[in-house]
Nanobody, 120 residues
Framework: QVQLVESGGGSVQAGGNLKLSCAVS?????VGWFRQAPGKEREGVAR????????YYDASVKGRFTLSQNNAKNMVYLQMNSLKSEDTAIYYC????????????????WGQGTQVTVSS
């Protein structure tokens, strides 16, 4: 069983930075971040393979967001830089036990979400 708890959301102006944290319990193969903006479907943002630290980013955030982990603390972080108004969404930490990961649909464990609001 995997449990996830997010923290670190908030409000910033465009161009600003925020760092999201996800406390992970259990032993997932992969941990990722998704987001859902009002009126839109949930979309994958970034994911990593826990054992290797290998990361993958959606094109919309590549170069601006950085995913990292602290295995000793069972934490996964999403550093979000150069935020844009279109990054406004509820951000969810998610986990997958599937080996290997084939796509965003493999994630079946979810946190409660944290709001990120970027004002222009």
């Amino acid at each position: 069983q995997v449990q996830l708890v997010e923290s670190g959301g908030g409000s910033v102006q465009a161009g600003g930075n925020l760092k999201l944290s996800c406390a992970v319990s259990g032993y997932p193969y992969s941990v990722g971040w998704f987001r859902q903006a009002p009126g839109k479907e949930r979309e994958g943002v970034a994911r990593l393979i826990v054992a290797t630290g290998t990361t993958y980013y959606d094109a919309s955030v590549k170069g601006r967001f950085t995913l990292s982990q602290n295995n000793a603390k069972n934490m996964v972080y999403l550093q979000m830089n150069s935020l844009k108004s279109e990054d406004t969404a509820i951000y969810y930490c998610a986990a997958s036990l599937r080996i290997p990961i084939t796509g965003w649909g493999d994630f079946g464990y979810w946190g409660q979400g944290t709001q990120v609001t970027v004002s222009s």
